[in-house]
């Protein structure tokens, strides 16, 4: 099963069309569409679920939600998907961005709880040149590159200022991410490319994962 060019062709008509009577015109080719996607990407997690101890598969909603928005153009002009681990144990999600000309892969910790993003400061804190170690591994640095984030404009709350590791520790998110070609999609391989870029991750999510559910000590949390 591949994705069908069809898919971009609709979210470029979308882009330039984007009304409730426009969408409501084409709302069975919408339909097929979406049901493709749902299929191609509930494939790829009934595959590869036990190697990455996922959760579930989620293609988000077309819909935006424009109640508090001064933005109320009705629809996305994008598809969404995200695979869910299973927690409290395993950490880390993936996400994959379809829209023309800006697709990307994703992986890592979005908006991680308050007390998560604590805990991953306070082991770069013990310890950062493991996890710095860890996080640019040669593997993951030829598939990603380095690990990217929205950051603090200084050292959090608690931490000594000036700290070795403040590139790190001013982190809020810890993500990697990488642009994916349109021709990629639709190719007979993109199942292979996802799963293999995001099979090189694995080691990084599961330390993450061991930091977050064991105390300063090591002591296991679950």
């Known amino acids: 099963m591949n994705l069908e060019p069809q898919l971009f062709n609709f979210l470029n008509q ?3 069309n984007n009304n409730r009577n426009w969408f409501k015109s084409n709302k069975d080719e919408f339909d097929a569409i979406n049901k493709q996607v749902k ?10 679920k036990l190697v990455f101890n996922w959760d579930k598969c989620k293609v988000f909603r077309i ?9 109320k153009i009705p629809y ?8 869910h681990r299973l927690k409290p144990k395993f950490r880390g999600g993936f996400y ?8 990307f892969i994703a992986a890592g910790f979005w908006n991680p709880h308050k007390d998560d993003l604590l805990r991953i400061r306070k082991e770069i804190e013990l310890d950062h040149e ?10 993951v640095h030829k598939y990603w590159g380095a690990i990217k984030g929205d950051k603090l404009k200084t050292t959090p709350k608690g931490f000594e200022k000036g700290h070795v590791a403040n590139d790190l520790l001013q982190f809020k998110q810890y993500i990697y991410s990488k642009k994916i070609e349109d021709k990629e999609i639709f190719s007979q391989d993109f199942d292979a490319l996802l799963i293999e870029h995001f099979k090189s991750l694995l080691p990084v999510l599961d330390y993450f994962g061991d930091v977050l559910t064991t105390d300063l000590n090591g002591e296991s949390l679950i």
């Open 76 to 83: 996305k002009t994008h598809f969404g998907i995200s695979f």
């Open 130 to 139: 493991f996890f710095r170690s860890q996080i640019t591994k040669a593997k």
């Open 96 to 103: 994959i961005h379809l829209e023309p000309n800006n697709s």
């Open 14 to 16: 979308l882009k330039n």
């Open 63 to 71: 819909y935006r939600d424009v109640r508090f928005s001064k933005n």
């Open 39 to 48: 299929a191609y990407f509930q494939s790829v997690y009934e595959a590869e």
